[in-house]
């Protein structure tokens, strides 16, 4: 397993893969992880919202502003 | 696709095209972008608030406080 | 139209106009813009408070903290 | 009318003299300005909390920390 | 009556003296005033809750964060 | 009693006795005192949570964020 | 029992150890303690989801967004 130092190395590692970020407002955004910054902003490519487990929408790129983050995973 | 080296590089490759801005307090405004800052304070031209795929109301320029954004998407 | 290279540029602009603005607690408050700061804490000049497009009640000169501002509109 | 450069010089310009200040939790506070910071934090003094028109309660002198605040406006 | 140039002044002044402190949780904590920093964290002695102008519940020392607190005022 | 000058030391004082922290979301946790820093973040040990004075579970030591803090008083 | 100095050296010591991490939203992720900083950024690396002590999902490593945590303690 890959040995991160700091948290934003995990988001370095996961760039240019799918990961799926969950926003405080119960919302899902599924998308390639291109850019990040120290307040955890980030912006993904080829995103989509998703509600229970189905596609809502199709929202290509998307910034998402970092303070309305819960968590980022590796789909 | 272009490449993005930082979040904001995504809101000014957006700058003078149309962009979908999601509100915490659920409200979608759709407008230009002319401007923005590292709080993301956004500044929209030809702006219109929608609600449910319709226009609610039209806005003109508008300045939106950073700190109210969910995420910024082109339409 | 006037071109901003940042979003404080469209609210200097204007100054001494009259402006809308959207408060997080659904309140709107419709006056003429004579300062603001990098907090977006505002002054207005001859403030109403507006709700369902009717005047609610007059403020003369009010002082709105920034963080409390959801957006601000020319009238 | 007196012209402000920044939003506390419209609070400088209220000193000593009666305001209206509206919480966050929708109470209101009238009382004589004394004293305000960068962070709006307030100090007034002979106080009353206010609700739907009516003196709720007398607060004498009170400190009211900024980030409660809404709005601040001459009696 | 005291003049206070800044508003920790007046938390100052009211050192060793009994304050009522309102908390964002509508809980009332009533003290005396030991300590307070610029954050307005606040140390009370022989601190007690109190609800509905009954006391709650006797607390002694007691350390309050001050991002909690909407005001302080004197007993 | 023991005097504190700044907020901090109230805490310090109580370093390695019993304290209950009482959190945003209602919750009480009663636990040793073993570090703290000036986000108020704590670190308890042999800490419990407790639910209408019953130990509802016992959660060893603890890293409790401090922006999720009302207030800490000695048990 | 470990001494702990500041409250970053308890989270320091669960490295590499499985930890329980309680959010604001009432969730509970469970997973081995790979990376933190000082917001309380975390990382997780083989992490699930868990409500009434049952696994809700998988969701192997996981970035928190550390202002969405309120505590931290190890399983």
Same mark, same amino acid.
């Given at each position: 397993?890959? *040995? &991160?130092?700091?948290?934003? +190395? /995990?988001?370095?590692?996961?760039? !240019?893969?799918?990961?799926?970020? *969950?926003?405080? !407002? !119960?919302? $899902?955004?599924?998308?390639?992880?291109? /850019? &990040? +910054?120290?307040?955890? !902003?980030?912006?993904? /490519? +080829? /995103? *989509? *919202?998703?509600?229970?487990? $189905?596609?809502?929408?199709?929202?290509?790129?998307?910034?998402?502003?970092?303070?309305?983050?819960?968590?980022?995973?590796? $789909?």
């Amino acid at each position: 397993m890959v *040995e &991160f130092e700091r948290p934003l +190395d /995990a988001l370095n590692h996961s760039k !240019n893969k799918r990961v799926i970020i *969950e926003l405080k !407002n !119960n919302k $899902q955004i599924i998308g390639t992880l291109k /850019a &990040f +910054d120290v307040h955890i !902003n980030i912006v993904l /490519a +080829d /995103a *989509e *919202e998703h509600e229970n487990a $189905q596609i809502k929408r199709k929202l290509g790129t998307v910034f998402i502003r970092g303070d309305t983050i819960i968590l980022i995973t590796p $789909q």
